[in-house]
Structure formats: C-alpha cells, structure tokens
C-alpha cells in the first residue's frame, strides 16, 4: 500500500488522502540450488562470476535440465539467480553488470559463445558483490520451457580504474564443459566469439517453480510442418510442443509408412522439442511422423500422426519453346559463347539451391561426348544491350562433356556444385562451346522464343577461340532458350511464431515488427505470426499490445533455417488507486467530485456520498488530479 495526503487552503479547500493498492499473484515458487561443490575459485582464477583480475569478462554457464528436473523444477517463471561468494578478496565494483538467459539444445559448451535470442533479465550500473549468497532479482520473469538446457550469459564492461582480484565464489566439477570465459584488460569482452572452456561451474541458486510427477505427459502439438503440409521443404526441421503435464523426453518416429518405422523407428531424441532431418527427404513425397513424449511414470498415449508432402516445385520453366535457334551452344561452328538473363518473377519469384538446367534440342546430328561449360551468378542489369556479364564475375558450374542425341530430347546438364541463389535479382547464365575440331549441321537447334529486351548475346567462330572471361562484342539479341531450372528451394530463412501470456493463452492481435526487413504482421487468432522467405541475416523482432510490455528479440537467422518462437508477454499489472476527498472546512466527505489519472490511458471517476473513490489503473506513470490541484505518482 502506497498513501499520500494534500490539504488545500483555498476557499474551497479539498484535503486527499490516496491509496495505491497492489495485488500481485505468484505462482508456487522453490529455491532450485545447481552444484553443490566446495572448493572456490582463486582471486586470479576465472570460474567466478565476479571477477576483477582483468578489467572485463564474459562468462557463459550451462545447466543442463536433467538437472532441473533432479531437483523438483518445471516449466514455468525463473525471478532470481545467486551466486555464492566464499572470500571478496580485493573484488571491486564491476561496470554494466548483465545477465542474460537463453534455451538451448546443445547438452556442453565449446570454446565458441553461444549466440542467439537471449533475455536481459537483470542489469545494474555498478555491481559489488557481498560475502554469502548474492541474488539478482529479474527485471523480467524469465519462463523455462521444461525441455531445453539454459545458457546463463554474464557480462560487464571495462573498469575505468585499474584491475584488482577476483572473488572467490563456490563451484561444482560438473561431468561437462559446463563454463566458457573471454576477459580482457583492453575491450569489452562480450565482444569476443571464443574463450577458454571449464567444467568448474559456479553453484547456482535459481527461484523458480516446482512440479510433481504423478502421470505419463499428454501427446505433442505439431508445430512445423503442421498436419497435413504440402510443398514442406526436403530439409525441413521438424518442431513440436509439449502436451499437458511434464515431460523428460521425447521418441521420434519418421518414414513414408504409416505408422512411420522406415526413417527413425521410436527413437529416443532426448528433452529437445525439434530434429533437424539429417539428408535431403525425397521430392513430391509424403512422409509421416509421431512424437511419444515420456517421462519417469510413462509414456503419452494416443499419439497423432501427423503427415506432410515434400515439395513438388522443383522444376520452373522459362519459355515455352515456340521457335528454334542455334542457342545456347551452337554446333554449326566449332565454337561458340551464349549468355542470357532470366527475371525473378519468370522464376516465381523463388530462391534456393540451383541443382541444374534443362534444354531442349532438336538436332537432326546424334553427338556424344561434346565439351561445354556453364557459368551462373546474379546482376542488376535488365539486359546485354552494351556488354557481356564476364565468367569472372559468375559461377563455373559444370565443365565437362554431354551428349546431345538426335530427335527431340531434354539436355539435362547437372551443376557440379549447386548455386545458392539467394539475393533474388535477375539470374544470368553463361555457356560456353568451347574450340572443337568440326562442326556439324545448321539445323542441330534447340527449343527457343523471344522476347521484347535485349537480354542476351551470343558469339561464334570457326577460327576464334573466345576466352569468357574478356570476350569480343558479339551480338546482342533478345531470343533465348526454353530453360529449366532445377531448384531446391531454400536457402532463406523464416522466422514463425506463436504469442502468449503469462497463463499459457495466446494473444492475437499482436503487432510483430521485423528490422532489416521493415514488415509488420500481426498475431492472428491462434497467436501466430510468420516472415517467410528472409535473406540469412541479423533482425530484431518487436511484440508491441496495448496492455503489455514491449518486448524485443536479436535473431541471427541461417540458411535453410526456421526459428519457431513461443514468445511470453507479460502484462502491464493493474493496480487499484483508492482514496477519500474530503472537505477542509467541514471534514466531510466530497461528493461528486471528479477524480482523473492521466498517463498510459486516461482514467476518471466521481467520488461518492462520503468522499470515496477507487479506479482501477495499469501501472505505468500516471498524473493525478483532484479538483484544484494535480500530483504526479507511480502506479
């Protein structure tokens, strides 16, 4: 309870007496203590979360949730983190002093910092340690998922003055490379990739919830693909959550049977929540797969199976071969060069893994064996009117020998190394016949249309052999071939989502911002979002709803990757502010007098017969004002 009290001396004097009421429910919380060592570390040695032998450190701790799990805890909110201090040595205060947590899937550190959504849940200035146990209480609650191992991140800046000692802080010999360390008397050391590796991991006291195991765990939620997906990428990454109840693991089942046995056959994934297919699926094919969560009474019953179909878009033509050219590689002459430009929206607009090409010829000749090449890259040009894209600045994909029956066939020509066409700009290809010892009949064509730009160019000769990096002029045309591409789509990135409260509820409605990309979406009834088809990149994604906190994520998203994340806002509380207004002169309650806070939103209310009045505010910064007067509080 928060009160203030005015007495006004006008003429109508007013006097108010204000009262903040504050009711916050909290779960069932324990004290979950991980490692139980004895030894601690020396003043030089750097185990501790609090040192000061280099001017600045970067400390990285992981816990594993077996262990959570072998001392009571469930899923549910973390609010604090200690750390026990045996002896403070000559430890002095350490600058910008932050704590950041983060799930992973990783069961060890290595000598590399692990990077990725993390949490800042407690910051301080300037922080000095005491002998005993120091907590940090949250700014935030952080919510454990129940599954995943948490990487606890500690970091500060550099000391202005000069360095001192370590404190020395009680540890455990874990059985893994549980502690990773970067310091440095010259620059910040969060800004280092690597450090030194230890199992001697700081015993660590978390405040979070407990849980009794009394029953098997509910079946999964198929989160990626969903049931019944079609056109699922053949590397696809498959995610779940966990049903009802607690969950220690997870068994994995996949095949293109059903029940699925032929892939993975109930095989035991551990407490992770995804399984990156190891090799490229099959094409157009559909696949099925169950997850059995289990835990130490049992496993869940009545699993779904899910399904999903592999792309089958795979193949994308350009052109629709109405026409015949000696294009792109001309056996009329002994040598010859042909480069051509292809438009994103000729492609759908897709991006992945270029695999090859397809022609069409129709050649009156039967040749085996013929030598070509062909290069591949991406430009800004719009077409070859003035000049030639030169091979140096594209991609060799193959250089070796074809046949090119004759009839009508398909030429497939396979890349040597797969293309990653990601940027989305205009595709260009170069192809090369290179100095052969004959040439063979003018009608050996191939399946051909034009088009309104000049967007190729080609070259020929007898006697010339043209080298692709710098050739002549040639001639600039806008007929080109009927093309096949073989893609296999990916190579971006895609970040999904779900958005909930505190009490597991979705929230739709949501608006979700990307950075890098500048789109907003929002949440919609199930509280989902998606951004598909990102380039592989840094973002920083923004939830931003009247009534909650705003919250913001660091994504660094990879190739082929999709981040799925089950973000957690937490609501802007509600407070009651309660009062009387009462009149100076008589000491009588003021009646119909109107009370207003201004602030987040606008409230208002009247007093009643004796005074009294109660609004229910959020708690933000609000501004109070009586009849004659205002007063600034926090709600």
């Known amino acids: 309870m928060l009160t203030s009290g005015v007495r006004y001396m006008p003429r109508k004097l007013f006097a108010a007496i204000l009262m903040i009421m504050l009711s916050v429910q909290l779960c069932a919380q324990i004290i979950v203590e991980i490692g139980n060592g004895t030894d601690s570390n020396s003043d030089t040695e750097s185990s501790t979360p609090y040192g000061t032998y280099y001017k600045s450190f970067h400390q990285q701790y992981l816990i594993r949730a077996s262990e959570l799990v072998a001392m009571g805890a469930g899923s549910g909110p973390i609010t604090s983190i200690s750390f026990n201090v045996n002896e403070l040595n000559t430890c002095s205060p350490m600058p ?30 300037s922080f000095m340690p005491l002998a005993g146990w120091n907590t940090h209480p949250f700014s935030t609650s952080w919510n454990w998922n129940g599954t995943s191992n948490i990487i606890v991140d500690i970091s500060t800046t550099l000391i202005p003055g000069n360095y ?11 059985t893994f490379q549980s502690c990773l360390r970067h310091q440095s008397d010259s620059s910040n050391a969060s800004g280092s990739s690597t450090g030194s590796l230890s199992r001697f991991r700081a015993n660590i006291r978390l405040n979070m919830q407990s849980v009794t195991i009394t029953d098997p765990p509910g079946p999964a939620t198929a989160v990626l693909p969903v049931d019944g997906a079609t056109n699922v990428l053949t590397n696809t990454i498959l995610r779940w959550l966990p049903g009802d109840g607690f969950t220690s693991g997870y068994r994995l089942s996949l095949g293109t049977n059903t029940p699925p046995t032929n892939i993975l056959n109930n095989q035991d994934i551990g407490l992770t929540t995804q399984y990156q297919i190891p090799e490229y699926l099959e094409t157009n094919e559909v696949y099925y797969w169950q997850v059995v969560p289990y835990n130490a009474e049992g496993s869940a019953q009545d699993c779904p199976i899910w399904s999903f179909h592999t792309d089958s878009s795979s193949s994308i033509t350009v052109g629709d071969g109405s026409t015949i050219s000696r294009i792109p590689f001309d ?11 292809y438009y994103p929206q000729e492609l759908a607009n897709s991006v992945g893994s270029i695999t090859g090409v397809e022609f069409y010829n129709d050649f009156s000749s039967n ?15 719009q077409d070859l009117s003035e000049s030639w894209i030169p091979s140096s600045e594209l991609s060799l994909v193959f250089d070796g020998v074809m046949d090119f029956p004759s009839g009508q066939n398909t030429i497939s020509i396979p890349f040597s190394t797969p293309y990653q066409y990601l940027d989305g700009r205009n595709l260009v290809l170069m192809m090369q016949r290179p100095m052969d010892s004959g040439y063979y009949s003018s009608s050996d064509a191939f399946r051909c249309q034009g088009s309104t730009t000049h967007r190729a160019r080609n070259i020929y000769s007898d006697n010339t052999a043209y080298d692709p990096a710098s050739p002549p002029a040639g001639t600039a045309g806008s007929t080109f071939p009927k093309t096949t591409f073989k893609i296999i789509l990916g190579g971006v990135g895609h970040i999904t989502g779900v958005v909930r409260d505190p009490n597991n509820q979705v929230i739709p409605d949501v608006e979700v911002s990307l ?4 789109s907003t979406v929002q949440t919609n009834s199930m509280g989902e979002f998606s951004f598909r088809n990102l380039i592989p990149d ?11 906190h705003i919250q913001e994520l660091v994504i660094e998203l990879e190739e082929d990757e999709t981040e799925d994340l089950d973000i957690t806002l937490q609501p802007i509380m509600t407070v009651m502010v309660q009062g009387t207004l009462i009149a100076s002169d008589t000491m009588q309650g003021v009646q119909n007098a109107l009370v207003s806070l201004h602030g987040y ?35």
């Open 96 to 125: 910008d002093y932050t704590i950041r947590l983060m799930h992973t899937t990783n069961s060890e550190l290595s000598t590399t910092f692990e990077t990725g959504t993390y949490t800042e849940v407690f910051y301080q200035a």
């Open 164 to 174: 001192t000692r370590n404190a020395s802080v009680f540890y455990t010999n874990t």
């Open 331 to 341: 056996f009329w002459y002994m040598n010859s060069l042909f480069e051509c430009i």
């Open 367 to 381: 040749l085996s064996s013929k030598p070509v090449r062909v290069w591949i890259g991406s430009t800004d040009l």
């Open 515 to 518: 950075s890098g990309d500048e």
């Open 538 to 548: 840094t973002y920083t994604l923004s939830f931003n709803k009247h009534g909650y």
């Open 601 to 635: 939103e606008e409230y208002s209310a009247y007093s009643a017969a004796d005074g009294s009045f109660s609004i229910p505010v959020s708690q933000q910064l609000c501004l109070f004002k009586s009849p004659q007067r205002q007063i600034g509080i926090i709600a």
